[in-house]
Every structure is written in structure tokens, then in C-alpha cells.
């Protein structure tokens, strides 16, 4: 019988966040750390370089270290994960999906998956943590959120589609209110994910 691993959720958090979080050691290693009632073991996170560190040698090891305007994290590699950092550069806006270790009581990160970002991002992932508490919009104001998130995503067919976060950051609304109606508008058959974040218009 084939055992599935189940892969963890990537919390979407802010730096102060994770560094605020509650560790929980097992054997004197990290076994997750307690963000608002989640047991947290990887991240997802969008933030600045402000540091770059590279040891190329015998033991070759690199490090990062990333603010989100709440707090400063590093992410750190080994071996022939150096490789990761070779193209960023102190200024650069990235997203970061990795696991939370720590060692000698300093929480870091060990990186899955690291893209650059338009700085704008930060804005949007801003905006994500400020909507927890979702400002609820009436009826006429949903119709027009859909009519305007129509509008972008048909626009955008010329250049095969819109991400997600575009959209949030063109229309300022709630982002919880706006992944509602993308969802009812990929359940509708009105729109489609030629991959996931990215909508493409079906009409």
C-alpha cells in the first residue's frame, strides 16, 4: 500500500509574526512553532534582501537576511544550496516558501522555493495580513467588485492572463472579499487557473 505524505501548509505570515511565534522543541529540535492557533512548519514569506553572506569553499555555506518592514529573518543554505542564492542581490523582493528551524535560540528559515517579486508585492501580502478581519461589502458593491475583476482579467487575455495579486493591488479591496468572488467565478466556469494564481478569461 503507497503511504501519501501529506506536505504542510506554507503559512502566508509576516516576519514579526513568525518571530513571535511560540517554539516547540522536541529533543532540542524544532518541532513547530505556534502562530495564532496554527502549528506552523513552513512559511510563505514576501520581504527585502538587506544582507547576503556566501562561504564558497571546503564548507560552503550561504545566508540572507530579510525585512518585511515588521522584522528581520535569515534564511539559511548549505552545500550545494548556495546555489539558491547566486542570483539575489541585497534589494531584491522575494518570495520565500521554506521550513522554520532554529538553532542556539535564533528562529531561521531553510528554503523550498525562492522567486523575485516586484516590490509592489509587499504591498499585497500587507494588505493580506490586514484583511484577518474582512471588512464584509454589500450586494451592489460585490457587482461591482466582479464587474471590475472581469474587466482586468479580459483585459490581461492579451497578455495570456492576470495573477491574482495584480488584481489585488489594482482594485484596493478586501482580499479575502476579492479570492471569494475569484472562486465563485472558477466554480461558474466564467474564468479558469492555467496555473495556480494565474486567471485566464472563458466567458
Given at each position: 500500500?503507497?503511504?501519501?505524505l501529506?506536505?504542510?501548509t506554507a503559512y ?8 513571535a ?13 505556534e502562530v495564532?492557533?496554527n502549528?506552523?512548519?513552513?512559511v510563505?514569506?514576501?520581504a ?13 555555506f550561504?545566508s540572507?537576511?530579510?525585512?518585511d518592514?515588521t522584522?528581520q ?6 552545500g ?6 547566486a ?9 520565500i516558501?521554506?521550513m522554520?528551524?532554529?538553532w542556539?535560540?535564533?528562529?531561521y528559515?531553510?528554503?523550498e ?9 509587499l504591498i ?49 479591496e478586501?482580499?479575502?472579499a476579492i ?19 494565474k486567471l485566464?478569461?472563458?466567458?
Open positions: 500500500m503507497e503511504q501519501t501529506k506536505r504542510n502566508k505570515l509576516r516576519i514579526n509574526s513568525i518571530l511565534g511560540k517554539p516547540l522543541l522536541e529533543a532540542d529540535k524544532l518541532k513547530h512553532i495564532n492557533n502549528n506552523v512548519i513552513r510563505n514569506i514576501i527585502n534582501v538587506v544582507d547576503k553572506y556566501i562561504q564558497d569553499g571546503e564548507k560552503k550561504g540572507i537576511t530579510l525585512d518592514a522584522g529573518i535569515k534564511v539559511k543554505v548549505f550545494e544550496d548556495i546555489e539558491k542564492f542570483q539575489l542581490n541585497q534589494g531584491d523582493t522575494i518570495l516558501i521554506g522554520v528551524r532554529s542556539n535560540n535564533e528562529i528559515i531553510t528554503p522555493i525562492i522567486k523575485k517579486k516586484e516590490p509592489s508585492y499585497v501580502r500587507k494588505l493580506e495580513s490586514e484583511s484577518e478581519q474582512p471588512k464584509t461589502l454589500d450586494k451592489t458593491q460585490i457587482t461591482e467588485l466582479k464587474d471590475k475583476m472581469l474587466s482586468l482579467v479580459k483585459d490581461a487575455e492579451k497578455d495570456n492572463g492576470i495573477d491574482i495579486d495584480k488584481i489585488i493591488l489594482a482594485l484596493k478586501p482580499p479575502e479570492n471569494q468572488e475569484i472562486k465563485k467565478l472558477l466554480e461558474e466556469g466564467i474564468v479558469y487557473e492555467p496555473r495556480p494564481g485566464r478569461y472563458l466567458g
